[in-house]
């Protein structure tokens, strides 16, 4: 009888500093990325393929208002909803990103739309908006995405740069929240997929794109080396080329996804320069979750038994 390959998924909901409101709906976020993994992992073991488990999970994160995607995204600075998103093939290294887009409900499948009936690879703002259409893509009006944690936490930023001399004139990309979902997949056919989606940072300058939809950076999957999802401070993510970067070192210097992703996140990123996490499986079925900051939300589930939920670093 022959032995059944491996499965795989990992989700995250995003790597940054404690907070508060984290502590308080500790056991919403956890359901969610619980949520996410089945949703997820179902469609691996019914025969489903990578991409489709990728975008099954990140689409169960958008729809949940607690994590900074979708539903629960982030204001810019003038109190609108801007989001990014990006799925990648392994087997063909095939790829969708969509950036700056307004009242699509679930911009990952607008991605995965990109990369499977166009010949483009990233569309941005109206274009996006206006392929969405195209092709019936659900929308939502502007209200559904706001959502009042966010509503407070942009009131909040805006209060404190108006009151305090010390801020004014500060980049918004400073401010201190992370929400990025995203997934990673292994299907019965030995494929990779990697997903990511978010709403930015609060406060952000309109117009300012993260991490989330360049691939290389926040998302990237070969079936030769790895598929990863990246997570934190997006500028971070951006300078190092995170994603690539660990497929590479895997690819050209033979290491294990494991010391791969280690090297990148806790060696290579200086703990200064930002918070950074990333989640990664390999065509081996081998998964890992590395972060230098103070929690990452983040499940997972394969076919050898290995399932959890964490928020904060194992004690």
Excluded at 95 to 111: C, E
Aim: hydrophobic share 35%; aromatic share 6%.
């Amino acid at each position: 009888m022959a032995k059944k390959k491996p499965l795989a998924i990992i989700v995250h909901g995003g790597a940054g500093p404690d907070s508060d409101h984290i502590h308080k709906n500790k056991k919403g976020y956890e359901k969610g990325i619980q949520e996410a993994v089945e949703a997820g992992y179902k469609i691996l073991e019914e025969g489903g393929s990578a991409v489709d488990a990728v975008e099954a999970a990140v689409k169960r994160l958008e729809d949940n208002p607690l994590f900074n995607a979708g539903r629960g995204s982030a204001l810019n600075a003038n109190g609108e909803v801007e989001m990014d998103a990006a799925l990648m093939r392994g087997s063909d290294q095939a790829s969708g990103a969509v950036a700056l887009v307004r009242n699509i409900r679930n911009p990952i499948s607008l991605a995965k739309a990109v990369m499977l009936n166009t010949q483009y690879r990233f569309l941005g703002d109206m274009g996006a908006l206006e392929y969405a259409k195209k092709i019936d893509i659900r929308m939502e009006p502007s209200s559904y995405f706001i959502t009042e944690h966010q509503f407070d936490a942009f009131s909040k930023k805006r209060e404190e740069e108006f009151t305090s001399s010390d801020r004014i004139g500060l980049d918004e990309l400073n401010a201190r929240m992370h929400g990025t979902v995203g997934a990673v997949a292994l299907d019965r056919d030995g494929n990779l997929a990697a997903a990511t989606s978010t709403g930015g940072t609060e406060n952000k300058k309109m117009g300012r794109i993260g991490d989330s939809c360049l691939i290389g950076v926040g998302c990237y999957a070969k079936n030769k080396t790895c598929a990863i999802s990246g997570t934190g401070d997006g500028e971070v993510l951006i300078k190092n080329v995170i994603a690539y970067d660990i497929s590479a070192l895997m690819e050209y210097k033979g290491l294990t996804l494991q010391k791969a992703c280690e090297t990148v996140v806790l060696e290579r990123v200086k703990p200064e320069e930002g918070d950074v996490g990333v989640i990664g499986v390999d065509a081996q079925g081998n998964i890992t979750l590395v972060f230098n900051s103070e929690r990452m939300h983040r499940g997972w589930r394969t076919s050898a038994n290995q399932h959890g939920v964490e928020i904060y670093k194992k004690k």
